[in-house]
Protein backbone atom coordinates (compact mmCIF):
# COMPACT_ATOMS: atom_id res chain seq x y z
CA UNK A 1 0.00 0.00 0.00
CA UNK A 2 3.05 2.75 1.14
CA UNK A 3 3.72 2.00 -3.00
CA UNK A 4 1.01 3.05 -4.31
CA UNK A 5 -0.26 6.01 -2.48
CA UNK A 6 2.53 8.20 -4.06
CA UNK A 7 0.73 7.50 -7.43
CA UNK A 8 -2.94 8.15 -6.13
CA UNK A 9 -1.87 11.46 -4.72
CA UNK A 10 -1.10 13.04 -7.81
CA UNK A 11 -4.27 11.87 -9.91
CA UNK A 12 -7.48 14.65 -10.22
CA UNK A 13 -9.89 11.84 -10.86
CA UNK A 14 -8.72 9.90 -7.88
CA UNK A 15 -9.28 12.45 -6.25
CA UNK A 16 -12.82 13.60 -7.05
CA UNK A 17 -13.21 9.59 -6.88
CA UNK A 18 -12.18 9.73 -3.56
CA UNK A 19 -13.73 12.92 -2.37
CA UNK A 20 -16.90 10.98 -3.72
CA UNK A 21 -16.30 7.72 -2.34
CA UNK A 22 -15.28 9.72 0.85
CA UNK A 23 -18.73 11.23 1.08
CA UNK A 24 -20.51 8.12 0.05
CA UNK A 25 -18.34 6.08 2.78
CA UNK A 26 -19.41 9.29 5.13
CA UNK A 27 -22.90 8.90 4.40
CA UNK A 28 -22.57 5.14 4.98
CA UNK A 29 -21.15 5.68 8.05
CA UNK A 30 -24.00 8.17 8.53
CA UNK A 31 -26.57 6.18 7.88
CA UNK A 32 -24.56 2.98 9.46
CA UNK A 33 -24.56 4.91 12.54
CA UNK A 34 -28.19 6.11 12.78
CA UNK A 35 -29.07 2.30 12.15
CA UNK A 36 -26.74 1.49 14.39
CA UNK A 37 -28.18 3.62 16.71
CA UNK A 38 -31.77 2.14 16.08
CA UNK A 39 -30.56 -1.54 16.40
CA UNK A 40 -28.76 -0.53 19.40
CA UNK A 41 -32.32 0.52 21.13
CA UNK A 42 -33.86 -2.19 19.69
CA UNK A 43 -31.26 -4.42 21.24
CA UNK A 44 -31.53 -2.63 24.27
CA UNK A 45 -35.29 -2.86 24.24
CA UNK A 46 -34.76 -7.12 23.83
CA UNK A 47 -32.30 -7.27 26.08
CA UNK A 48 -33.91 -5.86 28.86
CA UNK A 49 -37.07 -8.04 27.66
CA UNK A 50 -34.95 -10.93 27.43
CA UNK A 51 -33.54 -10.19 30.75
CA UNK A 52 -37.35 -9.78 32.30
CA UNK A 53 -38.23 -12.89 30.77
CA UNK A 54 -35.07 -14.85 32.18
CA UNK A 55 -35.78 -13.88 35.34
CA UNK A 56 -39.47 -14.46 34.81
CA UNK A 57 -38.40 -17.81 34.24
CA UNK A 58 -36.12 -18.30 36.36
CA UNK A 59 -38.44 -17.16 39.12
CA UNK A 60 -41.17 -19.51 38.02
CA UNK A 61 -38.84 -22.40 37.50
CA UNK A 62 -37.55 -21.90 40.87
CA UNK A 63 -41.42 -22.06 42.05
CA UNK A 64 -41.83 -25.01 39.87
CA UNK A 65 -38.82 -26.36 41.88
CA UNK A 66 -39.98 -25.87 45.29
CA UNK A 67 -43.46 -27.15 44.46
CA UNK A 68 -42.02 -30.69 42.60
CA UNK A 69 -39.69 -30.63 46.18
CA UNK A 70 -42.47 -30.25 48.48
CA UNK A 71 -44.89 -32.76 46.58
CA UNK A 72 -41.78 -35.15 46.38
CA UNK A 73 -41.33 -34.61 49.99
CA UNK A 74 -45.46 -35.16 50.58
CA UNK A 75 -45.39 -38.46 49.02
CA UNK A 76 -42.02 -39.35 50.72
CA UNK A 77 -43.47 -38.97 53.72
CA UNK A 78 -46.61 -40.32 53.25
CA UNK A 79 -45.05 -43.54 51.93
CA UNK A 80 -43.13 -43.80 55.27
CA UNK A 81 -45.37 -43.63 57.26
CA UNK A 82 -47.55 -46.52 55.60
CA UNK A 83 -44.35 -48.36 55.35
CA UNK A 84 -44.31 -47.33 59.43
CA UNK A 85 -47.98 -48.54 59.66
CA UNK A 86 -47.52 -51.64 57.62
CA UNK A 87 -44.23 -52.33 59.69
CA UNK A 88 -46.54 -52.12 62.77
CA UNK A 89 -49.24 -54.54 61.06
CA UNK A 90 -47.05 -56.80 60.39
CA UNK A 91 -45.33 -56.33 63.74
CA UNK A 92 -48.46 -57.03 65.74
CA UNK A 93 -49.35 -59.76 63.32
CA UNK A 94 -46.12 -61.81 64.58
CA UNK A 95 -46.33 -60.54 67.98
CA UNK A 96 -50.04 -62.35 68.38
CA UNK A 97 -48.78 -65.30 66.37
CA UNK A 98 -45.58 -65.91 68.82
CA UNK A 99 -48.29 -65.46 71.71
CA UNK A 100 -50.80 -68.45 70.32
CA UNK A 101 -47.72 -70.21 69.23
CA UNK A 102 -46.42 -70.45 72.55
CA UNK A 103 -50.23 -70.57 74.28
CA UNK A 104 -50.59 -73.73 71.73
CA UNK A 105 -47.22 -74.97 73.22
CA UNK A 106 -48.21 -74.68 76.47
CA UNK A 107 -51.29 -76.75 75.77
CA UNK A 108 -49.73 -79.54 74.06
CA UNK A 109 -47.60 -79.56 77.52
CA UNK A 110 -49.95 -79.73 79.63
CA UNK A 111 -51.81 -82.62 77.36
CA UNK A 112 -48.77 -84.24 77.00
CA UNK A 113 -48.90 -84.30 80.89
CA UNK A 114 -52.20 -85.52 81.27
CA UNK A 115 -51.48 -88.56 78.66
CA UNK A 116 -48.23 -89.65 80.10
CA UNK A 117 -50.47 -89.53 83.79
CA UNK A 118 -53.61 -91.36 81.67
CA UNK A 119 -51.43 -93.85 80.17
CA UNK A 120 -49.62 -94.38 84.01
CA UNK A 121 -53.67 -94.64 85.41
CA UNK A 122 -54.36 -96.92 82.78
CA UNK A 123 -51.65 -99.06 83.28
CA UNK A 124 -52.49 -99.71 86.63
CA UNK A 125 -56.00 -99.95 85.94
CA UNK A 126 -55.18 -102.85 83.51
CA UNK A 127 -52.86 -104.50 86.38
CA UNK A 128 -56.11 -104.45 88.92
CA UNK A 129 -58.42 -105.03 86.52
CA UNK A 130 -56.55 -108.54 85.38
CA UNK A 131 -56.04 -109.35 88.93
CA UNK A 132 -59.85 -108.49 89.94
CA UNK A 133 -60.67 -110.78 86.22
CA UNK A 134 -58.45 -113.53 87.96
CA UNK A 135 -60.33 -113.42 91.48
CA UNK A 136 -63.44 -113.38 89.54
CA UNK A 137 -62.48 -116.18 87.17
CA UNK A 138 -61.85 -118.01 90.79
CA UNK A 139 -65.42 -116.92 92.23
CA UNK A 140 -67.27 -117.86 89.49
CA UNK A 141 -65.71 -121.18 89.48
CA UNK A 142 -66.49 -122.15 93.21
CA UNK A 143 -69.69 -120.38 92.70
CA UNK A 144 -70.58 -123.09 89.91
CA UNK A 145 -69.49 -125.50 92.15
CA UNK A 146 -71.64 -124.58 94.90
CA UNK A 147 -74.75 -123.79 92.56
CA UNK A 148 -74.21 -127.56 90.98
CA UNK A 149 -73.73 -128.98 94.51
CA UNK A 150 -77.36 -127.39 95.54
CA UNK A 151 -78.91 -127.92 92.20
CA UNK A 152 -78.42 -131.12 93.19
CA UNK A 153 -79.50 -130.84 96.28
CA UNK A 154 -82.93 -129.30 95.21
CA UNK A 155 -83.50 -131.66 92.92
CA UNK A 156 -83.80 -134.54 96.01
CA UNK A 157 -85.47 -132.68 98.01
CA UNK A 158 -88.16 -131.51 95.23
CA UNK A 159 -88.03 -135.22 93.56
CA UNK A 160 -88.24 -133.50 89.65
CA UNK A 161 -85.07 -132.55 87.24
CA UNK A 162 -83.93 -129.49 86.51
CA UNK A 163 -85.85 -129.13 83.20
CA UNK A 164 -88.82 -129.68 85.46
CA UNK A 165 -88.02 -127.20 87.27
CA UNK A 166 -87.52 -125.08 84.24
CA UNK A 167 -91.06 -125.87 82.92
CA UNK A 168 -92.84 -125.62 86.32
CA UNK A 169 -91.28 -122.23 86.78
CA UNK A 170 -92.31 -120.95 83.21
CA UNK A 171 -95.69 -121.95 84.22
CA UNK A 172 -96.41 -119.91 86.77
CA UNK A 173 -94.31 -117.38 85.24
CA UNK A 174 -97.17 -117.62 81.93
CA UNK A 175 -99.99 -117.75 84.21
CA UNK A 176 -98.41 -114.33 86.38
CA UNK A 177 -98.72 -113.11 82.72
CA UNK A 178 -101.43 -113.82 81.92
CA UNK A 179 -103.10 -112.64 84.91
CA UNK A 180 -102.01 -109.36 84.64
CA UNK A 181 -102.44 -109.14 80.74
CA UNK A 182 -106.24 -109.56 81.92
CA UNK A 183 -106.27 -107.02 84.72
CA UNK A 184 -104.68 -104.66 81.81
CA UNK A 185 -107.57 -105.52 79.71
CA UNK A 186 -110.15 -105.31 82.14
CA UNK A 187 -109.06 -101.44 83.06
CA UNK A 188 -109.05 -100.83 79.40
CA UNK A 189 -112.22 -102.05 78.67
CA UNK A 190 -113.54 -99.84 81.81
CA UNK A 191 -111.83 -96.89 80.45
CA UNK A 192 -113.18 -97.90 76.96
CA UNK A 193 -116.77 -97.98 78.52
CA UNK A 194 -116.41 -94.62 79.90
CA UNK A 195 -115.34 -92.92 77.11
CA UNK A 196 -117.95 -95.26 75.35
CA UNK A 197 -120.84 -92.17 75.44
CA UNK A 198 -118.29 -89.35 73.98
CA UNK A 199 -117.98 -91.78 71.39
CA UNK A 200 -121.35 -92.69 70.45
CA UNK A 201 -122.56 -89.47 68.94
CA UNK A 202 -119.50 -89.35 66.41
CA UNK A 203 -120.35 -93.36 65.84
CA UNK A 204 -124.02 -92.75 65.64
CA UNK A 205 -123.21 -89.97 63.54
CA UNK A 206 -121.96 -92.25 60.56
CA UNK A 207 -124.26 -95.25 60.83
CA UNK A 208 -128.13 -94.44 62.61
CA UNK A 209 -129.25 -97.47 61.75
CA UNK A 210 -128.17 -101.18 60.57
CA UNK A 211 -130.78 -102.39 58.79
CA UNK A 212 -131.10 -105.30 56.42
CA UNK A 213 -132.02 -105.66 52.66
CA UNK A 214 -135.31 -107.35 53.37
CA UNK A 215 -136.41 -104.59 55.88
CA UNK A 216 -135.79 -102.00 53.38
CA UNK A 217 -137.91 -103.41 50.37
CA UNK A 218 -140.56 -104.31 53.11
CA UNK A 219 -140.94 -100.47 54.33
CA UNK A 220 -140.02 -99.12 50.89
CA UNK A 221 -142.48 -100.89 48.20
CA UNK A 222 -146.15 -101.43 47.80
CA UNK A 223 -147.07 -104.26 45.18
CA UNK A 224 -150.65 -104.00 43.55
CA UNK A 225 -151.55 -107.03 41.69
CA UNK A 226 -152.90 -106.89 37.87
CA UNK A 227 -155.76 -109.05 36.17
CA UNK A 228 -153.45 -109.78 32.92
CA UNK A 229 -149.88 -108.93 31.63
CA UNK A 230 -151.93 -107.14 29.17
CA UNK A 231 -152.53 -104.44 31.94
CA UNK A 232 -148.73 -103.15 32.13
CA UNK A 233 -148.83 -101.78 28.69
CA UNK A 234 -152.20 -99.42 29.34
CA UNK A 235 -150.56 -98.44 32.48
CA UNK A 236 -147.16 -97.15 30.56
CA UNK A 237 -149.33 -95.92 27.69
CA UNK A 238 -148.45 -94.51 24.33
CA UNK A 239 -144.33 -93.38 24.54
CA UNK A 240 -144.66 -93.67 28.21
CA UNK A 241 -147.01 -90.84 28.85
CA UNK A 242 -149.37 -92.49 31.06
CA UNK A 243 -146.70 -93.98 33.59
CA UNK A 244 -145.11 -90.03 33.52
CA UNK A 245 -147.87 -89.25 34.48
CA UNK A 246 -148.98 -90.72 37.18
CA UNK A 247 -145.52 -90.43 38.54
CA UNK A 248 -145.49 -86.57 38.32
CA UNK A 249 -148.96 -86.69 39.98
CA UNK A 250 -147.49 -89.14 43.17
CA UNK A 251 -143.89 -88.69 43.02
CA UNK A 252 -143.83 -92.49 43.43
CA UNK A 253 -141.35 -94.71 41.08
CA UNK A 254 -143.61 -97.18 39.46
CA UNK A 255 -141.12 -100.55 38.69
CA UNK A 256 -142.98 -102.96 35.82
CA UNK A 257 -140.39 -105.45 35.22
CA UNK A 258 -140.71 -109.02 34.54
CA UNK A 259 -142.75 -110.06 37.59
CA UNK A 260 -145.83 -111.93 36.28
CA UNK A 261 -149.44 -109.63 37.00
CA UNK A 262 -147.80 -107.21 39.35
CA UNK A 263 -146.49 -103.73 39.63
CA UNK A 264 -143.86 -102.37 42.07
CA UNK A 265 -144.62 -98.93 43.79
CA UNK A 266 -141.57 -97.71 45.72
CA UNK A 267 -140.96 -94.48 46.93
CA UNK A 268 -139.92 -93.58 51.01
CA UNK A 269 -142.67 -91.59 51.73
CA UNK A 270 -145.34 -94.30 53.19
CA UNK A 271 -148.39 -91.81 52.66
CA UNK A 272 -147.67 -91.10 49.20
CA UNK A 273 -147.14 -94.62 48.46
CA UNK A 274 -150.56 -94.94 49.77
CA UNK A 275 -152.26 -92.85 47.61
CA UNK A 276 -150.47 -94.37 44.53
CA UNK A 277 -151.58 -97.79 45.60
CA UNK A 278 -155.30 -97.01 45.92
CA UNK A 279 -154.82 -94.67 43.14
CA UNK A 280 -153.60 -97.34 40.60
CA UNK A 281 -155.98 -100.09 42.02
CA UNK A 282 -158.97 -97.60 41.05
CA UNK A 283 -157.52 -97.08 37.60
CA UNK A 284 -156.71 -100.56 36.94
CA UNK A 285 -160.31 -101.43 38.20
CA UNK A 286 -161.84 -99.35 36.05
CA UNK A 287 -159.97 -99.83 32.80
CA UNK A 288 -159.61 -96.14 31.83
CA UNK A 289 -156.26 -95.06 32.48
CA UNK A 290 -154.57 -91.82 30.64
CA UNK A 291 -153.19 -88.58 31.69
CA UNK A 292 -156.22 -86.82 32.28
CA UNK A 293 -158.18 -89.63 34.13
CA UNK A 294 -154.82 -90.40 36.32
CA UNK A 295 -155.25 -86.71 37.72
CA UNK A 296 -158.23 -87.19 38.69
CA UNK A 297 -158.32 -90.17 40.45
CA UNK A 298 -155.03 -89.41 42.00
CA UNK A 299 -156.40 -85.97 43.69
CA UNK A 300 -159.78 -87.62 44.81
CA UNK A 301 -157.15 -90.47 46.34
CA UNK A 302 -155.46 -88.01 48.50
CA UNK A 303 -158.83 -86.38 49.42
CA UNK A 304 -159.64 -90.14 50.55
CA UNK A 305 -156.36 -90.66 52.11
CA UNK A 306 -156.54 -86.55 54.08
CA UNK A 307 -160.01 -87.80 55.54
CA UNK A 308 -158.57 -91.16 56.70
CA UNK A 309 -155.92 -89.52 58.20
CA UNK A 310 -158.02 -87.35 60.15
CA UNK A 311 -160.18 -89.94 60.84
CA UNK A 312 -156.86 -92.27 62.36
CA UNK A 313 -155.86 -89.90 64.59
CA UNK A 314 -159.20 -89.08 65.53
CA UNK A 315 -160.14 -92.08 66.94
CA UNK A 316 -156.96 -92.99 68.37
CA UNK A 317 -156.95 -89.86 70.87
CA UNK A 318 -160.66 -91.28 71.30
CA UNK A 319 -159.67 -94.58 72.47
CA UNK A 320 -156.84 -93.38 74.88
CA UNK A 321 -158.99 -90.30 76.55
CA UNK A 322 -156.80 -87.40 75.00
CA UNK A 323 -158.73 -84.51 75.02
CA UNK A 324 -158.00 -80.99 74.01
CA UNK A 325 -155.03 -81.73 70.87
CA UNK A 326 -154.42 -79.78 68.43
CA UNK A 327 -156.01 -80.17 64.90
CA UNK A 328 -152.69 -80.25 63.45
CA UNK A 329 -151.02 -82.54 65.75
CA UNK A 330 -154.01 -85.13 65.49
CA UNK A 331 -154.02 -85.51 61.61
CA UNK A 332 -150.21 -86.03 61.96
CA UNK A 333 -150.63 -88.51 64.30
CA UNK A 334 -152.87 -89.99 61.97
CA UNK A 335 -150.32 -90.41 59.10
CA UNK A 336 -148.39 -92.43 61.35
CA UNK A 337 -150.93 -95.13 60.26
CA UNK A 338 -149.14 -95.27 57.08
CA UNK A 339 -145.18 -95.28 59.11
CA UNK A 340 -143.77 -98.25 60.64
CA UNK A 341 -140.52 -98.86 62.13
CA UNK A 342 -138.91 -102.33 61.93
CA UNK A 343 -141.79 -103.62 60.67
CA UNK A 344 -144.02 -101.89 63.54
CA UNK A 345 -146.40 -99.64 62.92
CA UNK A 346 -145.90 -96.43 64.60
CA UNK A 347 -149.42 -95.17 65.34
CA UNK A 348 -150.13 -98.40 67.59
CA UNK A 349 -146.93 -98.10 68.58
CA UNK A 350 -147.59 -94.41 70.00
CA UNK A 351 -150.96 -96.04 71.21
CA UNK A 352 -149.02 -98.55 72.99
CA UNK A 353 -146.68 -96.57 74.62
CA UNK A 354 -149.71 -94.05 75.54
CA UNK A 355 -151.10 -96.64 77.39
CA UNK A 356 -148.46 -98.50 78.91
CA UNK A 357 -146.87 -94.73 80.17
CA UNK A 358 -150.61 -93.96 81.96
CA UNK A 359 -150.67 -97.27 83.76
CA UNK A 360 -146.56 -96.71 85.06
CA UNK A 361 -148.23 -93.34 86.64
CA UNK A 362 -151.65 -93.95 87.85
CA UNK A 363 -149.45 -97.29 89.39
CA UNK A 364 -147.07 -94.59 90.95
CA UNK A 365 -149.60 -91.84 91.66
CA UNK A 366 -148.55 -89.30 88.85
CA UNK A 367 -150.84 -87.22 86.16
CA UNK A 368 -152.15 -90.24 84.11
CA UNK A 369 -153.26 -87.59 81.19
CA UNK A 370 -149.77 -86.28 80.81
CA UNK A 371 -148.41 -89.77 80.97
CA UNK A 372 -151.04 -90.93 77.93
CA UNK A 373 -150.12 -87.70 76.25
CA UNK A 374 -146.42 -87.57 75.94
CA UNK A 375 -146.81 -91.34 74.82
CA UNK A 376 -148.85 -90.40 72.40
CA UNK A 377 -146.68 -88.15 71.05
CA UNK A 378 -143.12 -88.97 71.89
CA UNK A 379 -142.92 -89.90 68.23
CA UNK A 380 -144.93 -87.37 66.08
CA UNK A 381 -141.84 -86.42 64.37
CA UNK A 382 -141.65 -89.58 62.49
CA UNK A 383 -144.79 -88.46 60.33
CA UNK A 384 -142.58 -85.52 59.04
CA UNK A 385 -139.31 -86.74 58.80
CA UNK A 386 -139.68 -87.78 54.70
CA UNK A 387 -140.35 -83.90 54.57
CA UNK A 388 -138.26 -81.94 57.24
CA UNK A 389 -134.15 -82.06 57.70
CA UNK A 390 -133.16 -83.44 61.57
CA UNK A 391 -133.87 -86.28 63.65
CA UNK A 392 -137.50 -86.93 64.50
CA UNK A 393 -137.07 -86.23 68.14
CA UNK A 394 -136.13 -82.39 67.62
CA UNK A 395 -138.86 -82.08 64.48
CA UNK A 396 -141.64 -82.92 66.64
CA UNK A 397 -140.45 -81.10 69.65
CA UNK A 398 -140.58 -78.52 67.25
CA UNK A 399 -143.92 -78.78 65.94
CA UNK A 400 -144.99 -80.01 69.60
CA UNK A 401 -143.63 -76.20 70.64
CA UNK A 402 -144.88 -74.61 68.30
CA UNK A 403 -148.68 -75.67 68.54
CA UNK A 404 -148.25 -75.11 72.38
CA UNK A 405 -147.72 -78.04 73.82
CA UNK A 406 -146.78 -78.93 77.59
CA UNK A 407 -143.57 -78.76 79.15
CA UNK A 408 -144.41 -82.11 80.60
CA UNK A 409 -145.08 -83.56 76.97
CA UNK A 410 -142.36 -82.00 75.36
CA UNK A 411 -139.61 -83.29 77.52
CA UNK A 412 -141.35 -86.29 76.85
CA UNK A 413 -140.79 -86.13 72.94
CA UNK A 414 -137.50 -84.19 73.27
CA UNK A 415 -135.65 -87.08 75.98
CA UNK A 416 -137.26 -90.58 74.81
CA UNK A 417 -133.47 -91.66 73.10
CA UNK A 418 -131.62 -89.51 76.02
CA UNK A 419 -130.71 -86.75 73.94
CA UNK A 420 -131.45 -84.47 76.86
CA UNK A 421 -131.34 -84.61 80.34
CA UNK A 422 -135.15 -86.00 81.70
CA UNK A 423 -137.06 -83.09 83.59
CA UNK A 424 -139.60 -85.44 85.16
CA UNK A 425 -140.55 -88.73 86.09
CA UNK A 426 -143.52 -89.03 83.29
CA UNK A 427 -140.59 -88.62 80.57
CA UNK A 428 -138.96 -91.42 82.40
CA UNK A 429 -141.83 -93.61 82.11
CA UNK A 430 -142.45 -92.68 78.25
CA UNK A 431 -139.06 -93.73 77.87
CA UNK A 432 -139.79 -97.21 79.69
CA UNK A 433 -142.88 -97.54 78.05
CA UNK A 434 -141.08 -97.33 74.76
CA UNK A 435 -138.87 -99.73 75.40
CA UNK A 436 -141.22 -102.19 76.41
CA UNK A 437 -143.54 -101.48 73.53
CA UNK A 438 -140.18 -101.78 71.23
CA UNK A 439 -138.97 -105.19 72.86
CA UNK A 440 -141.97 -107.24 73.08
CA UNK A 441 -141.72 -110.36 71.27
CA UNK A 442 -143.30 -110.34 67.90
CA UNK A 443 -143.43 -106.54 67.75
CA UNK A 444 -140.72 -105.48 65.44
CA UNK A 445 -140.94 -108.43 62.93
CA UNK A 446 -138.00 -109.94 61.23
CA UNK A 447 -138.15 -112.39 58.59
CA UNK A 448 -138.07 -115.66 59.62
CA UNK A 449 -134.81 -116.40 57.00
CA UNK A 450 -132.81 -113.80 58.19
CA UNK A 451 -133.47 -114.49 61.69
CA UNK A 452 -132.74 -118.28 61.73
CA UNK A 453 -129.69 -116.99 59.27
CA UNK A 454 -128.54 -114.56 62.02
CA UNK A 455 -128.73 -117.13 65.33
CA UNK A 456 -127.26 -119.96 62.87
CA UNK A 457 -123.96 -117.61 62.16
CA UNK A 458 -124.01 -116.18 65.89
CA UNK A 459 -123.61 -119.96 67.27
CA UNK A 460 -121.22 -121.31 64.30
CA UNK A 461 -118.97 -118.18 65.45
CA UNK A 462 -118.77 -119.50 68.95
CA UNK A 463 -118.42 -123.44 68.36
CA UNK A 464 -115.00 -122.69 66.03
CA UNK A 465 -113.39 -121.49 68.88
CA UNK A 466 -111.36 -124.44 70.50
CA UNK A 467 -111.90 -125.83 73.96
CA UNK A 468 -115.91 -124.96 73.21
CA UNK A 469 -118.49 -127.55 73.91
CA UNK A 470 -121.69 -126.01 72.69
CA UNK A 471 -123.11 -122.79 71.96
CA UNK A 472 -126.87 -121.31 72.22
CA UNK A 473 -128.05 -118.27 71.04
CA UNK A 474 -131.25 -117.02 73.19
CA UNK A 475 -133.30 -113.45 73.85
CA UNK A 476 -133.98 -113.29 70.05
CA UNK A 477 -129.37 -113.31 69.36
CA UNK A 478 -129.61 -110.50 71.68
CA UNK A 479 -127.42 -113.08 74.17
CA UNK A 480 -125.10 -115.82 73.56
CA UNK A 481 -124.01 -118.53 75.87
CA UNK A 482 -121.02 -120.56 75.51
CA UNK A 483 -120.11 -123.76 77.09
CA UNK A 484 -116.64 -125.09 77.62
CA UNK A 485 -114.84 -127.82 78.44
CA UNK A 486 -113.76 -127.33 82.05
CA UNK A 487 -110.19 -129.64 81.24
CA UNK A 488 -109.08 -127.03 78.50
CA UNK A 489 -110.44 -124.08 79.51
CA UNK A 490 -109.44 -122.41 83.08
CA UNK A 491 -110.67 -119.83 84.11
CA UNK A 492 -108.42 -117.17 82.66
CA UNK A 493 -108.97 -118.64 79.24
CA UNK A 494 -112.66 -118.33 79.97
CA UNK A 495 -112.31 -114.40 80.02
CA UNK A 496 -109.81 -114.09 77.03
CA UNK A 497 -112.60 -116.37 75.37
CA UNK A 498 -115.57 -114.33 76.22
CA UNK A 499 -113.42 -111.27 74.68
CA UNK A 500 -112.17 -112.75 71.47
CA UNK A 501 -116.18 -113.91 70.74
CA UNK A 502 -117.36 -110.71 71.16
CA UNK A 503 -114.39 -109.40 68.63
CA UNK A 504 -115.21 -112.27 66.26
CA UNK A 505 -118.88 -111.19 66.44
CA UNK A 506 -118.16 -107.26 65.99
CA UNK A 507 -116.47 -107.92 63.21
CA UNK A 508 -117.86 -110.43 61.17
CA UNK A 509 -121.53 -110.05 61.99
CA UNK A 510 -124.26 -107.44 61.35
CA UNK A 511 -127.27 -107.41 63.95
CA UNK A 512 -129.25 -104.53 65.67
CA UNK A 513 -128.13 -103.08 69.39
CA UNK A 514 -125.42 -105.57 71.03
CA UNK A 515 -125.13 -108.90 71.90
CA UNK A 516 -124.04 -110.28 75.29
CA UNK A 517 -121.28 -112.88 75.66
CA UNK A 518 -121.42 -115.59 78.53
CA UNK A 519 -118.52 -118.58 78.65
CA UNK A 520 -120.07 -120.62 81.25
CA UNK A 521 -117.24 -123.17 82.45
CA UNK A 522 -118.60 -125.67 85.12
CA UNK A 523 -116.61 -128.37 87.01
CA UNK A 524 -118.40 -131.00 89.09
CA UNK A 525 -117.29 -133.32 92.11
CA UNK A 526 -119.12 -135.88 92.50
CA UNK A 527 -119.40 -138.39 95.13
CA UNK A 528 -121.37 -140.80 96.98
CA UNK A 529 -121.82 -141.24 101.23
CA UNK A 530 -122.39 -145.37 101.52
Known sequence: MESIQPVLWGHPALWAAA???????????????????????????????????????????????????????????????????????????????????????????????LLERKDTDLADLAERLAARTAQVERREAELAGVLERENERLERIAGMSRSEARTELLRGLREAAESESLQLARQIKDEARRNAEREAKRILSLAIQRCAAEHVAETTVSVVHLPNEEMKGRIIGREGRNIRAFEAATGIDVVIDDTPESVVLSGFDPVRREIAKLALEKLVSDGRIHPGRIEDVVRRTQEEIAERIQEFGELACHELGIQGLHPTLVNVMGRLHYRTSYGQNILRHSKEVAHLAGLLAAELGLDVHLAKRGGFLHDVGKALTHETEGSHTQVGLDLARRLGEHPVVLNCIAAHHDDVPHESPISVLV????????????????????????????????????????????????????????????????????????????????????????????????????
Open 19 to 113: GGAMAGAVLALAIAAAFRRRDGRRLADATVRAETLLRDARREAEAVRKAALLEGREELLEARASAEREAERRRRELDLQEKRLTERDATLDRRLG
Open 431 to 530: QAADALSGARPGARRETLEAYVRRLERLESVAEGMPGVLKSYAIQAGRELRVVVVPEEVDDRAAARLSEELARKIEDGLHYPGSIKVVVIRETRAVEYAR
